[in-house]
């Protein structure tokens, strides 16, 4: 199976970004109505058997997809 390659944009609200490192970041996915979003691996039990090899869950924080999508 082929990876596909996305173009994207950064919409963290400034008040998330990191100088340095990684952190919790949404971006938006150009020319696409969807987004990428990187954050800490969750660790659920209660995801287990709903996640297909291919997906992973994350969590960030909610106050920042809230922020991000009001633009």
């Known amino acids: ?3 596909k390659k996305y173009q994207i944009e950064d919409i963290t609200p400034e008040e998330y970004r990191c100088a340095v490192g990684a952190c919790q970041v949404i971006y938006e996915v150009l ?3 969807k987004l990428v ?3 800490k691996r969750a660790d659920i039990s209660e995801l287990e058997g709903r996640i297909n090899e291919d ?3 994350v969590v960030i924080d909610k106050e ?4 991000a999508l009001r633009g």
Do not use: C, F, H
């Open 37 to 39: 979003i990187v954050g």
């Open 1 to 3: 199976m082929e990876t």
């Open 55 to 57: 997906e992973a869950a």
């Open 31 to 33: 020319n696409e109505d």
């Open 64 to 67: 920042l997809i809230y922020k």
